[in-house]
């Protein structure tokens, strides 16, 4: 006996017959089968192995599927800090240290391999000097310098040597004798303690210029000059350096003559460089001719808040 019910009808070409089978229980069998399938795949995936194609003229070697596991071997978003964490443990390490002056020889190394990571890792886009728009977007404005030192700490063997390219600026012959400096900044011949002192680092990237402010117990000191983008280095200004004034209050002595001097001495009034390695909204790295490497931030008070 039939239902008077119509039937719908499933039809297979592995024959040549027409085989009418309900819907519901092909769609069973198909599911059935695509899931059996999977089941195979994830089973054997790792041990199914290509067969080489081979003819008279060349062949194709064979080809293995990964496994899984080989696919997320190197996956591990744990074992890589974020780059805010990263920032936030750089500005905690170097806090209290008096703008680098107080620094060990164990923590300097420290925080140069983490500078390193964030030179290596992150870096800066290479037109960030020729592009004025990005470069007064990152660069211009005040920065509060935080830390200072050398580059390279004696007894201790940094992962990456801090290694410049044409330091010397061809002809511009430019000093590149290393300098232990700790908590001071330097502009040619002339140093300023720097440790325990408001340091205010400014670029002007309409104007081509860089100049520093440090606020000392006597008076206000103020070094500044032009800069041009170096010809070898995209992220290198290279400093002119012709301002020095000593701001005491009641009167400003003004020796920026000195640069004049030293220049015509020189024969080049080109007296100095600094590269900016990494930079953000918040925390800019660089490195000076003499080896310096120095962190500041936007905000002045950025290690009371680390």
């Known amino acids: 006996l039939h239902s008077a019910t119509p039937r719908s009808t499933f039809i297979t070409h592995t024959s040549n017959k ?17 899931i059996l399938c999977v089941l195979l795949s994830l089973v054997s995936v790792s041990k199914i192995t290509a067969k080489p194609f081979s003819s008279n003229s060349r062949s194709i070697p064979a080809f293995t599927f990964p496994s899984l596991d080989q696919v997320f071997a190197n996956f591990n978003p744990a074992s890589s800090p974020s780059l805010q964490t990263q920032k936030s443990t750089l500005l905690q390490t170097i806090s209290g240290t008096n703008n680098g002056k107080d620094a060990s020889p164990e923590l300097q190394s420290r925080v140069l391999s983490m500078v390193n990571d964030l030179e ?34 004696d ?21 590149t004798n290393q300098v232990t400096a700790q908590g001071s900044v330097a502009a040619s011949a002339i140093t300023v303690d720097t440790s325990n002192k408001v340091v205010k680092q400014s670029f002007d990237i309409q104007n081509s210029r860089v100049q520093n402010d440090v606020g ?11 800069f041009r983008i170096s010809e070898t280095v995209p992220n290198r200004a290279v400093v002119s350096f012709d301002t020095v004034n000593l701001d005491l209050g009641f009167v400003t002595l003004e020796l920026g003559w000195l640069f004049n001097v030293i220049g015509t001495v020189k024969g080049t009034f080109e007296n100095g460089w600094l590269e900016t390695t990494f930079v953000d909204e918040e925390i ?23």
């Not at 990005?134 to 830390?147: E, F, I, K, N, S």
């Not at 801090?162 to 000093?175: L, Q, V």
């Not at 800019?284 to 680390?306: E, P, S």
């Open 284 to 306: 800019r790295i660089g490195r000076g001719n003499k080896g310096t490497m120095f962190i500041l931030t936007r905000d002045q008070n950025a290690l009371d808040v680390a």
């Open 120 to 153: 290596t890792n992150v870096g800066v886009p290479n037109d960030l000097l020729t592009n004025v728009d990005l470069a007064t977007d990152l660069l211009d404005g005040v920065w509060y310098l935080q830390y200072t030192s050398p580059s390279i700490v």
């Open 216 to 226: 000392l117990d006597f008076g206000d000191v103020t070094v500044g000059g032009s």
């Open 155 to 175: 007894g201790f063997e940094n992962e990456e040597l801090w290694n410049p390219s044409n330091p010397t600026e061809g002809s511009s012959n430019i000093p």
């Open 18 to 34: 027409r085989v009418s089978l309900p819907r519901a229980r092909a769609n069973k069998e198909m599911i059935n089968a695509c």
